[in-house]
């Protein structure tokens, strides 16, 4: 079964730092990772879709890096604004095609 | 390019009763998706149809189905509600033509709130 991991589970930085978040899966055999934020008490919007065969992608200021072997994506966030401040989630589709989310890290950027 | 909607944003329920839920998907996508959130279970897989037909199906009682309509729309449906169903339930839709590939980007609505007493 597939389990993921989202670390750290809290963050709070000042304005302008340049952060990483980490998701870890147990199984390497998925078909895609995808990494999302959700702002409180709304739905989850769609950052960026890494497939099996890619090893990053970007958009903006947001990277995300994946490496199936040690079963680990990061999502990079380059000079963070209080607009960023929210929950992101990653999802790995595993070979059941079933999406698994981690718990996600909630983020907030103060002034 | 319209999102995904759903309706309604919120209810209140009360335990025994049943609750219909709906998603439209955006125009052209023919799959969805529907997930279940808690704060104690995170988010959790429901169910996917695509094309009318279920093609996966997640670790939920018989209690919580759904359909898929011709136009791609969807309903889920609770039956004999309990507490621990209250939750914000969301809906995601894909073109998810294949398993591979940029198609199966997910996008997500806004959730519908559903609070059991």
């Known amino acids: 079964k597939q389990e993921v991991t989202q670390i750290p589970a809290a963050l709070s930085v000042p304005e302008g730092e340049n952060l990483v978040l980490n998701c870890s899966f147990t199984?390497?055999?998925?078909?895609?990772l995808q990494w999302f934020r959700q702002d409180p008490g709304k739905g989850l919007t769609s950052l960026l879709l890494?497939?099996?065969?890619?090893r990053e992608q970007t958009s903006g200021r947001l990277n995300a890096s994946l490496d199936k072997s040690s079963g680990r994506s990061t999502l990079y966030i380059a000079a963070s604004q209080p607009g960023d401040s929210a929950t992101y989630l990653c999802?790995?589709?595993?070979?059941?095609?079933?999406?698994?989310f981690g718990r996600g890290t909630s983020l907030i950027v103060h002034p | 390019k319209a999102g995904v909607t759903q309706t309604p944003r919120y209810l209140i329920k009360t335990r025994g009763q049943q609750v219909t839920l709906s998603c439209s998907p955006i125009?052209?996508?023919?799959?969805v998706s529907w997930y279940q959130q808690t704060p104690g279970q995170g988010l959790q897989f429901l169910f996917e149809?695509?094309?009318?037909?279920?093609?996966n199906k997640g670790n939920f009682p018989g209690r919580f189905s759904g359909r898929q309509f011709s136009n791609s729309r969807s309903e889920m449906n609770v039956s004999t509600l309990e507490l621990g169903d209250s939750a914000l339930y969301l809906c995601?839709?894909?073109?998810?033509?294949?398993?591979?590939?940029?198609?199966?980007?997910?996008?997500f609505g806004p959730g519908t709130r559903l609070t059991v007493l």
């Open positions: 890494i497939q099996s065969s890619q």
């Open positions: 995601a839709s894909s073109l998810a033509i294949r398993r591979t590939g940029g198609n199966n980007e997910q996008f």
């Open positions: 149809y695509f094309s009318e037909t279920q093609r």
């Open positions: 999802a790995v589709r595993g070979g059941s095609y079933i999406p698994t």
């Open positions: 125009s052209g996508h023919r799959s």
């Open positions: 199984d390497s055999a998925i078909y895609n």
